[in-house]
């Protein structure tokens, strides 16, 4: 997106400020100029991210101040919070084995 266009929109905006009737199409050419192209902008900076990560798990370290299980969770087996990822979420004692 060049600079120019979003002078334009923006002159439009200011432009249209005076009388309230060109008021949604101020943000209508707003959301095409500036919101799509930050969404774009946002959707190509994770998956940069997504192929640069590496698929290998953290070392696991047990720190006392993390993992606290003073009671069971009331699904499955109380140890698994809700949305447990075995690669990702290591129990108190440490990661799960992994069956690849």
Not at 60 to 76: A, D, N, S, Y
Not at 90 to 100: A, K, M, N, Q, T
Request: contains cysteine.
């Amino acid at each position: 997106m060049s600079l120019s266009v979003a002078r334009r929109a923006l002159a439009a905006a200011a432009a249209s400020h005076s009388s309230h009737e060109g008021g949604a199409n101020t943000w209508k050419i707003l959301s095409f100029v500036l919101a799509l192209p930050g969404v774009a902008v946002c959707m190509a900076n994770v998956y940069m991210k997504m192929q640069a990560h590496s698929h290998e798990q953290p070392q696991f370290v047990p720190f006392e101040h993390l993992r606290i299980r003073t009671k069971k969770f009331p699904w499955g087996d109380g140890n698994h919070s809700l949305f447990h990822n075995a690669h990702t979420n290591p129990l108190p004692d440490g990661y799960e084995s992994s069956h690849h």
